[in-house]
């Protein structure tokens, strides 16, 4: 019923910038807080950022100062801009939304399907 798409991931230079995109869509009442997440080769998925409804913010440690999440609630749209990248962020990074949806007002958490950010020279 809620779909979540990702894009805006590819091949960035050390140092460079990256700006990714989420874009939820379907028969959504209301988006409480959105994020990413990311998992590199090896290791298990890890919390990056996180927007409430209420507009705060959290950051993993490794990101604070480099990254920034926000989001367009007319377009029920999350975004992570990332600055300063590393060889380390090298990941591919998960929206997730928490959506109460229309049919039965529930409230579920939904993923998208990921986009790959290489950080490489």
């Known amino acids: 019923q809620v779909q979540l798409v990702e894009s805006g991931g590819g091949l960035v230079q050390p140092g460079g910038s990256r700006k990714l995109s989420c874009a939820a869509s379907?028969?959504?009442?209301?988006?409480?807080?959105m994020g990413w997440y990311r998992q590199a080769p090896g290791k298990e998925r890890e919390l990056v950022a996180v927007i409430t409804g209420a507009g705060s913010t959290n950051y993993a440690d490794a990101v604070k100062g480099r990254f920034t999440v926000s989001r367009d609630n007319a377009k029920n749209t999350v975004y992570l801009q990332m600055n300063s990248l590393k060889p380390e962020d090298t990941a591919v990074y998960y929206c997730n939304a928490n959506v109460q949806i229309a049919i039965s007002r529930a409230v579920y958490d939904y993923w998208g399907q990921g986009t790959q950010v290489t950080v490489s020279s």
């Open positions: 379907g028969s959504i009442i209301r988006i409480n807080a």
